[in-house]
């Protein structure tokens, strides 16, 4: 089974979790608006929409996560909203 991945801003309560990624990546915080893929639900990666610096947990596969993150901040992936 494969996990999907969720891209998203980060909810204020994920802030934490965003700032842990940028110093497992030995990168500073990221600034202004971000975008964060998380799956099942655990933030993995992150890039800032101002200048496109991706952080990313190092300990885990993350190359699909930034490809996707990268796409959707150039604007070559669209968001697919699900009805409630």
């Keep these: 089974m494969t996990a999907s991945i969720v891209i998203r801003p980060p909810r204020p309560e994920e802030s934490f979790a965003v700032r842990r990624l940028a110093y497992l990546d030995s990168h500073r915080p990221l ?40 796409l959707r901040r150039s604007g070559g992936l669209r968001t697919r909203r699900l009805a409630a």
């Design 31 to 70: 600034n202004g608006d971000v975008l964060v893929a998380l799956v099942e639900g655990e933030p993995l990666a992150a890039i800032s929409l101002a200048d496109g610096t991706v952080v990313a947990d190092p300990f885990r596969h993350t190359a699909v996560a930034v490809e996707l993150l990268q």
